[in-house]
């Protein structure tokens, strides 16, 4: 079993277990090396989301508290997610996720749930699911030009309800071509990709992000990959990262990136 997990949310954000609680888990478990990365402040689309400066310093007080209480049993590393339009802020390393796109005028989440999305496409895309595609992958093609991330979150987000294809079909050109263009352009800077299988835990799929075929191309360009939660509660850190591996395996992955303590990656065998 992998024994590291960086993406994760506690109460400072969005998430339903304190990082106390978080921690507690992730140590209980068995994880070696565990990150909470808080949201980074949501405010400029969604109203009392995320972390406005005052939070993020009670967060980053509350983990650094918690790492002298770990020392020497686990690793502890304080991260961030950034919003791919929304405020850079500071933390020890940073996740560059793209959760909206900005479309006449209004803040349209990809995840914010399946009917508000689809009447989303019907008035501002004319019910073209591939038009969106196209605007939600260029905008996340920039998502480390505008956050110097150190890794790139959920890249296929737009996905979350269209299991079994249930909106549009994630097979055909309209879809990949801008899919695999801001993968080639984000993997060309060197950023791993993280397999996350919090879509799973939350029950809308069955297979983690990315799918398959983008995880196919990505070892074709000679990408990288993480694999982590997107916990949002202590019962679902490392979430059916068994499962995730062998995706990675069978996409031709052999090594995961993970943090290592003195700053920087380093890569574990599969």
Not at 99 to 113: P, Q, T
Not at 176 to 197: D, Q, V
Request: net charge negative; charged share 25%; proline share 3%.
């Amino acid at each position: 079993m992998l024994r590291a997990d960086f993406h994760t949310h506690t109460t400072f954000c969005d998430g339903k277990s304190t990082a106390a609680q978080m921690v507690e888990a992730a140590y209980k478990m068995g994880m070696t090396d565990f990150g909470v990365s808080g949201h980074a402040d949501f405010s400029f689309c969604l109203k009392d989301f995320g972390m406005p400066d005052q939070v993020l310093k009670q967060y980053r007080e509350e983990l650094h508290r918690l790492r002298e209480e770990y020392a020497g049993r686990m690793n502890l590393y304080i991260g961030i997610e950034l919003d791919c339009l929304g405020p850079v802020q500071e933390a020890e390393y940073a996740i560059g996720s793209t959760h909206c796109v900005f479309k006449n005028g209004e803040y349209i989440e990809m995840d914010a749930g399946r009917e508000r999305l689809t009447a989303a496409v019907n008035r501002l895309w004319n019910g073209d699911w591939y038009a969106l595609a196209r605007d939600y992958y260029e905008l996340e093609a920039t998502v480390y030009d505008r956050t110097r991330c150190d890794w790139v979150g959920h890249f296929d987000l737009m996905t979350k309800f269209n299991e079994g294809y249930r909106d549009f079909d994630e097979t055909r050109d309209e879809y990949l071509e801008p899919a695999l263009a801001a993968m080639k352009k984000l993997n060309a800077e060197g950023l791993p990709f993280e397999i996350n299988t919090g879509v799973m835990s939350r029950g809308y799929k069955t297979q983690p992000y990315p799918n398959r075929i983008l995880l196919k191309e990505l070892k074709n360009m000679g990408g990288r990959i993480m694999i982590n939660s997107d916990s949002h509660c202590a019962d679902t850190i490392g979430y059916r990262f068994e499962q995730a591996a062998r995706l990675a395996a069978e996409c031709g992955f052999t090594h995961t990136t993970v943090l290592a303590p003195g700053g920087g990656f380093r890569e574990v065998e599969l």
